[in-house]
């Protein structure tokens, strides 16, 4: 079992940064994929950004140039780094985990990130 815990998130004007953070535990290393969905309400979850574990990343193509999404691999971290905030990023940010090992996906309980415009 892998257990993940999300912080960062909170009220930010348009155009203003936010940085969130997700630690997993329950495995001494996670070998798989890391990152980031989103809900806004009455939408689907979505893809924001992962890392893939061959170090490959995945963008949403709404928050290419402006989100940036680092793997620390030594401390079962993932950050999302998000600048240029725009009122339509609002929605609460879900961390992501899928393990190669036994093909399993692990979710946080959620952030909100609210931007007012």
């Known amino acids: 079992q892998v257990q993940l815990v999300e912080s960062g998130g909170g009220l930010v004007q348009a155009g203003g940064s936010l940085r969130l953070s997700c630690a997993a535990s329950?495995?001494?290393?996670?070998?798989?994929?890391m990152g980031w969905y989103r809900q806004a309400p009455g939408r689907q979850r979505e893809l924001v950004a992962r890392?893939?574990?061959?170090?490959?990343?995945n963008y949403a193509d709404s928050v290419k140039g402006r989100f940036t999404i680092a793997r620390d691999r030594a401390e079962n971290m993932v950050n999302l780094q998000m600048n240029s905030l725009k009122a339509e990023d609002t929605a609460v940010y879900y961390c992501?985990?899928?393990?190669?090992?036994?093909?399993?996906?692990?979710w946080g309980k959620g952030t909100l990130v609210t931007v007012s415009s």
């Open positions: 992501h985990v899928h393990t190669y090992y036994d093909d399993m996906n692990y």
């Open positions: 890392v893939i574990d061959d170090g490959r990343i």
């Open positions: 329950g495995r001494s290393i996670i070998v798989g994929t």
